[in-house]
């Protein structure tokens, strides 16, 4: 079992930046793969990015790719999203999503077993 905890969240302008952050507790945080993804008001939740166990592959969704970096420190038990030229339509809560039973999660929420309690991004125009 692993606990995330999400953090680094909040009001940023368009164009602006932010790195949010997932924290895990329990269990070695290496044997899992990670992801982000977020979902705004109204609508489903939508893959971001994902990231493999040893941090050597890394996947984005086409709507962030080029924008949003994702990435992790083991030794920290840590994975983070940078994200950079944001955008109001990035707005959304993020959560973090892990999952032992694969290299790599890839891209949908049902890969992966344990999810955090999200943070609010919000970018305003």
């Known amino acids: 079992q692993v606990q995330l905890v999400e953090s680094g969240g909040g009001l940023v302008q368009a164009g602006g930046s932010l790195r949010i952050s997932c924290t895990a507790s329990g269990r070695t945080f290496g044997s899992y793969a990670m992801s982000w993804f977020r979902q705004a008001p109204g609508k489903e939740r939508e893959f971001v990015a994902a990231?493999?166990?040893?941090?050597?592959?890394?996947n984005y969704a086409d709507s962030v790719k080029g924008r949003f970096t994702i990435s992790r420190a083991n030794a920290k038990n840590t994975v983070y999203l940078q994200m950079n030229s944001l955008k109001p339509e990035d707005t959304a809560v993020y959560y973090c999503?892990?999952?032992?039973?694969?290299?790599?999660?890839?891209?949908?929420?049902?890969?992966?077993?344990?999810w955090g309690q999200g943070t609010q991004v919000t970018v305003s125009s």
């Open positions: 990231i493999s166990k040893s941090g050597g592959s890394t």
């Open positions: 999503a892990a999952t032992e039973r694969a290299y790599y999660g890839g891209s949908y929420p049902r890969s992966y077993d344990y």
